[in-house]
């Protein structure tokens, strides 16, 4: 009996600990489905808790108010993809290679997935709320530039690539954004194959250095 009871003291922590990531994932994902239905101005804490099944007061043992959810929620979602980009910083593979990598991980991890409505939020809403649009250029997108500068820059080296593409990096990503914006507005009356486009745009690119 007093084996057991031990055991049973030793397994509480983790249960406890695993509630609680459950409580935290689900309030997270249903900060998500409100964003995104509502933008980040409209959307209301209470309807954050109601739609994860828990008080509204359990939100506060997480998150310190909505501007920090929001901000974990960028964490969370978008950290992974970051540091999938960043690794292909010393890929030794070539540079037209390395673009189509970068063009199905765009499309499967981000423009396929939930992470879609974190850019659609940025780009809607972040000049209404600058210190949003300052920690996703702090904590996504500089890092992605930084990334992608030191390839690129490398590539227009070997003159795999124009200058002015190790320059801007942001004309190697706007293809990206077209996709989100286009989908979103005009989707319904014209779908983009937001795939072909991207690879048709890795192509030109190329293609110019080709000929």
């Known amino acids: 009996m007093a084996r057991t009871a031990t055991r049973r003291k030793a397994a509480d922590p983790r249960r406890r600990d695993a509630r609680k990531s459950e409580r935290r994932d689900a309030i997270l994902a249903a900060a998500l489905d409100e964003?995104?239905?509502?933008?980040f101005a409209a959307t209301r804490l209470d309807d954050v808790a109601r739609r994860a099944g828990v008080a509204k007061g359990t939100i506060y043992l997480y998150f310190r108010d909505k501007e920090a959810l929001f901000q974990e929620l960028v964490r969370s979602l978008l950290t992974p993809v970051v540091g999938s980009i960043e690794a292909l910083r010393d890929a030794d593979i070539p540079m037209r290679v390395l673009a189509s990598r970068?063009?199905?991980?765009?499309?499967?991890?981000?423009?396929?997935t939930?992470?879609?409505d974190v850019i659609r939020l940025m780009i809607s809403e972040g000049r209404r709320f600058p210190k949003l649009a300052e920690f996703y250029h702090r904590e996504v997108l500089s890092r992605i530039m930084a990334a992608m500068r030191a390839v690129l820059a490398r590539a227009a080296a070997r003159g795999d690539v124009p200058e002015a593409l190790a320059n801007f990096p942001q004309l190697l990503?706007?293809?990206?954004?077209?996709?989100v914006v286009w989908s979103d507005l005009f989707g319904k009356y014209e779908p983009l194959d937001v795939r072909a486009m991207m690879q048709a745009h890795v192509d030109i690119v190329f293609r110019s250095q080709d000929s």
Not at 35 to 39: L, P, T
Not at 173 to 179: E, Y
């Open 35 to 39: 964003f995104s239905a509502q933008g």
């Open 102 to 112: 970068l063009v199905d991980l765009f499309v499967d991890e981000i423009f396929g």
């Open 114 to 116: 939930q992470r879609r």
């Open 173 to 179: 990503a706007a293809p990206g954004i077209v996709a």
